[in-house]
């Protein structure tokens, strides 16, 4: 029997993401993601000034401003012809992971362990420790209670399997509280080289505007020990518990294969901690930006189909026969790509990086699983956790290179016209800014986002978005709680108003 079944919204996050199931003999037949609301980004833009555009799109989140920043920043630098002193380059790395680390342990812990963790094990706490005894008698006294949704965000929920021993439940939510301490730590070390947290006022073309002192250096330092810790005793530990009381999962979620990395974290040598590439059903393929394009057939606009970002274009047509998503569809060479933690450990896995090779070896062995188990929900889960270490392990590094005194930032004169492109990663993937100017004022402007990649819809060859392409075939074993499938769309971390920008 054919079933529809709608998950809307589908995120714990802010914005307003939409997935249709055709379900069939307990599974995913078809799938559709549908991104519902207009933003108009690109459209703001047109005739401002350039300088204002790192600030203008870091608005356009708040758990990702940094990398908007960033790529708008890359945008402007690439049509002015300037480059960063060490200091900027440094400082910016330490702004962009303190803003990775915070994303991370917050998609996992409040966005995504609860689909896994059993929160009403608080229910059965015995011990002394004040804090689970507090989260206890209030979701007692929320139970006892007349509110409309008691003890809500944790509940309600989809019913279904969680994690059974209590130990590892009681332990993961004593996680889930710290880790909101951690994100407040993660922002305050984000703020001192920004000037503000989430959105940077410090970021401008050239470097940043904030000093380097021994003080601002210490302050750093520390806060990235205290993240480094947490990583390694609380986040990448619950991660391996969930894979172990999950294996199915390390099958379930299996996307379009093909997987799309810009790179990040620029070092001092012109490197990048984590490089960019493109794999293709598991193979290290050659990347050619002019091959990006975006498919509209889906979208409720009326923009034409196709289009190279440079000459891409924003027209809302919320009417459009057919449309079912106001995300345009990104394609690289006509294909759909999944970006994200797990397109940059793979495309530095497939580059030969020891350290990435031995942390994914080490997990893959340890959970008795293959290379090709990476391309799951566990995966993914387990992509971003290894990811946040390494990011977490480089910032203490940087924070060292730091020279106090030094310039962080260049000097530029803002030309008359010119075009630049800014590729980065956003915590949830591939991010490009592209940037054209003329007159001094921005003639177009197009953002093409990581949940724009992963969620988008059908294109016009009738190809599904990543997402889509995830949800078939998964398991759905009771359509009124359809947790398998909740948990496969966040394993990708979407985020919707970033998304629709
Ligand atoms: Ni609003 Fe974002 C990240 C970007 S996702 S969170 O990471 O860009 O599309
Ligand atoms: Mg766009």
């Known amino acids: ?30 799938a559709f993601s549908s991104g519902e609301m207009f933003r108009g980004f690109e459209v703001i833009l047109r005739g401002r000034s350039p300088m204002d555009a790192q600030q203008i799109t870091q608005r356009i989140c708040g758990v990702c401003p940094i990398s908007h920043g960033l790529a708008s920043l890359g945008a402007q630098e690439e049509a002015y012809g300037i480059s960063l002193p060490p200091n900027g380059i440094l400082a910016r790395n330490l702004i962009l992971g303190t803003n990775y680390i915070q994303s991370h342990l917050v998609h996992f812990y409040q966005l995504s362990a609860l689909d896994f963790v059993d929160i009403t094990a608080v229910l059965q706490y015995k011990g002394s420790d004040p804090v689970l005894n507090n989260l206890k008698s209030w979701v007692k006294s929320q139970l006892d209670s007349t509110a409309i949704f008691p003890a809500a965000p944790f509940l309600p929920r989809y019913e279904g399997r969680y994690i059974e021993d209590p130990e590892i439940n009681i332990g993961a939510i004593r996680h889930y509280l710290e880790a909101l301490e951690m994100r407040a730590l993660a922002q305050e070390a984000l703020a001192v080289y920004g000037g503000k947290a989430p959105h940077a006022t410090a970021l401008v073309p050239g470097g940043i505007t904030e000093r380097i002192t021994a003080a601002n250096v210490a302050k750093v330092a520390s806060i990235v020990a205290r993240l480094q810790a947490f990583i390694e005793t609380a986040y990448l530990p619950d991660i391996m518990a969930v894979a172990e009381a999950f294996p199915d999962y390390a099958e379930i979620g ?20 984590l490089p960019g ?22 979208s409720k606009l009326s923009s034409p189909s196709g289009l190279h970002p440079y000459k891409g274009e924003t027209v809302p047509d919320p009417d459009k026969p057919g449309a079912y998503s106001w995300l345009k ?10 970006v994200g ?17 031995g942390l994914v070896d080490g997990a893959l062995e340890a959970l008795s699983l293959p290379l090709t188990a990476l391309d799951s929900v566990l ?23 730091l020279k106090a005194g030094e310039p962080a930032c260049t000097d530029f004169e803002l030309p008359a016209s010119g075009r630049g ?17 003329e007159d001094y004022k921005i003639a177009n402007y197009q953002c093409v986002v990581p949940t724009t990649w992963n969620c988008s819809p059908r294109d016009a060859q009738g190809q599904p978005g990543p997402v889509e ?12 709680n359809p947790i398998e499938a909740a948990r496969v769309v966040r394993s990708f971390d979407p985020c919707l108003a970033c998304a629709v920008h």
Request: aromatic residues 6%; contains cysteine; hydrophobic residues 35%.
């Open 1 to 30: 029997m054919r079933t529809t079944v709608e998950i809307d919204p589908i995120t714990r996050i802010e914005g307003h993401l939409a997935v249709r199931l055709e379900v069939d003999s307990g599974k995913v037949a078809q």
């Open 254 to 273: 299996k996307g379009c294969g093909n997987f799309l990395a810009y790179g990040v974290f620029p070092e001092i040598d012109g490197s990048r901690l």
């Open 277 to 298: 590439g493109r794999v293709e059903q598991g193979r290290m393929m050659d990347f050619d930006p002019d091959k990006i394009s975006e498919d509209t057939a889906s």
């Open 329 to 338: 569809a990104p394609r690289y060479d006509g294909k759909p790509q999944e």
């Open 341 to 357: 933690p797990l397109a940059r450990i793979l495309v530095a896995y497939l580059n030969g990086d020891t350290e990435v090779k």
């Open 379 to 401: 995966g993914r889960h387990a992509a971003r956790a290894l990811e946040c270490k390494i990011v977490a392990d480089r910032c203490a590094y940087w924070v060292g290179q």
């Open 421 to 437: 492109a800014g590729l980065t990663e956003a915590p949830r993937g591939a991010l490009g800014h592209w940037l054209e100017i």
């Open 469 to 480: 392409t995830a949800l078939e075939g998964t398991p759905v074993a009771d359509p009124k």
